[in-house]
């Protein structure tokens, strides 16, 4: 059969209920013209059988590392050269487990590692074991290594409980990997981008300031997705205990007036800006040059508002893709589609926060992001692996406005 022209995909698919719609994803990638070998572990071979999978790709299915009849030419290693892209659908808690910690023990994991052709993962297990501290690590060293995460939805399981962790269908992975599946490290490569991070810190006085609880945790992730995207990344930060990405420009700043200077500094040369800083609203009138003293039994401060930075921006003749966030405790939806509107935004990204999940602090979140005409929700997961997820939603639409 020859491959000429098409896309090679190679398809592993691991041991879960999910790998019942393994054959419609194969169907769907052929039908579209791709090239597909699939590569099943000894797991999966219990939900659906390798005829099955060989009827629909036209090509014998791999199980065993070590077949005597295809390793004599080391055909694992040939396999993995061959293939353009890697796609793992489903992937069970236990194989991102394995591939996180590097293990090479069936074919599968072996081929992923001796690959250097991008890694697409669509997760699906109970939603229990996607929320659980073990698979968020597991998850944020593949996105860490550049691997790319599609999924997982939120909904009915088959266990019969309900909550994220269930794989994308099929036409919506076959999408990603053949209508977006170019190399995710080229998605936004030669653009550059102002991305601010973190909180501010207003002074009352040289000891104490009026904050918020941002921990910077999703804007560095972003950075870092940002930087693997192939972008030029200049991150203006507020005050954080975190190390800056490689490959990212640091700018420290402390006050919202800070921040809003380094950022019209840099506006005019950047092709995407996006605010996933909280900056305060407001600031103390006038901050005391000495420390106040504990003398009366209440204290008053006038308060006075802060630039709107993001506003600013957007409102530029020239202004750059511009993408917000919203941090909202009610209404989500409503209030970040408002926002949007209002400001004259490309994007916003909105997210919960006060609950008992996800939102400031925590190392988990989930995103509704909005546009004009369009949202797409992204459920619970590690940042890391959301901010990658973002970034992705980020290029595609930036791409779709460069090409009006």
Known sequence: MSDEGSPKILLGVSGGIAAYKAPELVRRLVEAGAAVQVVMTAAAASFVTPLTLQAVSGRAVRTELLAPEAEAGMDHIALARWADAILLAPATAHLLARLAHGFADDLLTTLVLAATAPVTIAP???????????????????????????????????????????MLEPAEIAAAMLDGGADPAQALAGASVLLTAGPTREAIDPVRYVGNRSSGKMGYALAAALARAGARVTLISGPVGLPCPAGVDRVPVASAAEMHAAVMARVAECDLFIAAAAVADYRPAAARSAKLKKHAESLTLELVRNPDILAEVAARPDKPFTVG?????????????????????????ANHVGGAVGGLEADDNALLVLWPGGRRALVLMPKPALATALVEVIAERYAASTSD
Request: aromatic share 2%.
């Open 124 to 166: 699906a297990m109970n939603h229990r074991m996607w929320q659980h501290p073990a698979t968020a690590t597991n998850v944020d060293l593949l996105a860490q290594r550049g691997c790319r995460l599609l999924g997982p939805a939120s909904g009915a399981q088959a266990c019969g409980e309900t909550g994220p962790g269930r």
């Open 325 to 349: 966030f919203a941090a909202e405790t009610e209404a989500v939806e409503a209030q970040a589609r408002e926002k949007l509107e209002r400001k004259g935004l490309d994007m916003i990204a």
